[in-house]
């Protein structure tokens, strides 16, 4: 069975997020870029299962500019056998990139496809269901837990009240949480063998998706900045003061 994994290209979460002045964006001059934090739990998920033997080959694939190679070959280094970058410039909807996965599951013949439960750039947690819907698979998101017997995955999965088990058959899509795994460090020697892994190229019209986005953004601006405190001679006058504004509620 072919695993596929999907990964994005992200400012990294150490760095503090900047809006460029006229407001049409996030500012990247300069900016630290790094392998979105989700993805690389499902990288780590997809190379212990061939480690295990329950998959033959962990193929994984972004789509973005050439740039994305390097998060790429940090996949490689960690494992995986071989790479697909699919070369898209500008900013490329969820819809767009789940149609892009889509044809490539097809063609690879994919069994699984295990990816982040959402990405930290725009935390829009849409791509793993959409590709789900349009191969017509089974989908288990938010996985803290994966095991997989015969021809289903047991999965647990992470909700508000706590955790919980389902069973899905597969082919399937799976959603990494936080929780899945701790992915390894690449050491330098599967760095330098990565470099020699095949990475392939394709466009997005080589598949027939059209990536154009549907929406617009208007502006983008930064959080308002936090309030100070109220500062309070004593108990009793902050008490006083919290009976003046219950009065007016």
Same mark, same amino acid.
């Given at each position: 069975? *072919?695993?596929?994994?999907?990964?994005?290209? #992200?400012?990294?979460?150490?760095?503090?997020?900047?809006?460029? =002045?006229?407001? =049409?964006? #996030?500012?990247?001059?300069?900016?630290?870029?790094?392998?979105?934090?989700?993805? %690389?739990?499902?990288?780590? !998920?997809?190379?212990?299962?061939?480690?295990?033997?329950?998959?033959?080959?962990?193929?994984?694939? =972004?789509?973005?500019?050439?740039? #994305?190679?390097?998060?790429?070959?940090? @996949?490689?280094?960690?494992?995986? &056998?071989?790479?697909?970058?699919?070369?898209? %410039?500008?900013?490329?909807?969820?819809?767009?990139?789940?149609?892009?996965?889509? !044809?490539?599951?097809?063609?690879? !013949?994919?069994?699984?496809?295990?990816?982040?439960?959402?990405?930290?750039?725009? &935390?829009?947690?849409?791509?793993?269901?959409?590709? =789900?819907?349009?191969?017509?698979?089974?989908?288990?998101?938010?996985?803290?837990?994966?095991?997989?017997?015969?021809?289903?995955?047991?999965?647990?999965?992470?909700?508000?009240?706590?955790?919980?088990?389902?069973?899905?058959?597969?082919?399937?899509?799976?959603?990494?949480?936080?929780?899945?795994?701790?992915?390894?460090?690449?050491?330098?020697?599967?760095?330098?063998?990565?470099?020699?892994?095949?990475?392939? !190229?394709?466009?997005?019209?080589?598949?027939?998706?059209?990536? @154009?986005?549907?929406?617009?953004?208007?502006? #983008?601006? %930064?959080? @308002?900045?936090?309030?100070?405190?109220?500062?309070?001679?004593?108990?009793?006058?902050?008490?006083?003061?919290? *009976?003046?504004?219950?009065?007016?509620?």
């Amino acid at each position: 069975m *072919k695993i596929l994994v999907p990964v994005k290209r #992200v400012v990294d979460y150490n760095v503090k997020i900047r809006v460029k =002045s006229d407001g =049409s964006g #996030v500012d990247l001059a300069n900016a630290k870029m790094s392998m979105n934090p989700f993805d %690389e739990i499902a990288v780590e !998920q997809a190379v212990r299962m061939k480690e295990a033997g329950e998959a033959s080959e962990v193929i994984v694939v =972004s789509v973005g500019p050439a740039q #994305v190679q390097d998060i790429l070959r940090t @996949a490689l280094a960690m494992g995986a &056998d071989r790479a697909i970058l699919i070369a898209a %410039e500008g900013r490329i909807e969820p819809l767009a990139v789940a149609k892009i996965l889509a !044809q490539v599951v097809r063609s690879e !013949q994919a069994g699984l496809v295990v990816l982040g439960k959402q990405a930290i750039d725009d &935390d829009c947690n849409q791509t793993g269901q959409m590709l =789900s819907a349009l191969l017509g698979w089974s989908q288990a998101t938010f996985a803290s837990a994966v095991e997989l017997a015969g021809d289903h995955a047991l999965v647990t999965r992470e909700i508000d009240g706590g955790l919980q088990q389902i069973e899905v058959s597969l082919p399937a899509i799976i959603t990494a949480d936080l929780r899945l795994n701790e992915p390894r460090y690449a050491s330098l020697p599967n760095i330098m063998k990565a470099k020699k892994k095949p990475l392939a !190229q394709h466009s997005p019209e080589e598949l027939g998706v059209t990536i @154009a986005p549907r929406l617009n953004v208007i502006r #983008v601006e %930064e959080p @308002a900045a936090r309030a100070s405190g109220i500062k309070v001679g004593s108990v009793a006058e902050l008490l006083d003061r919290l *009976k003046s504004e219950a009065a007016v509620i």
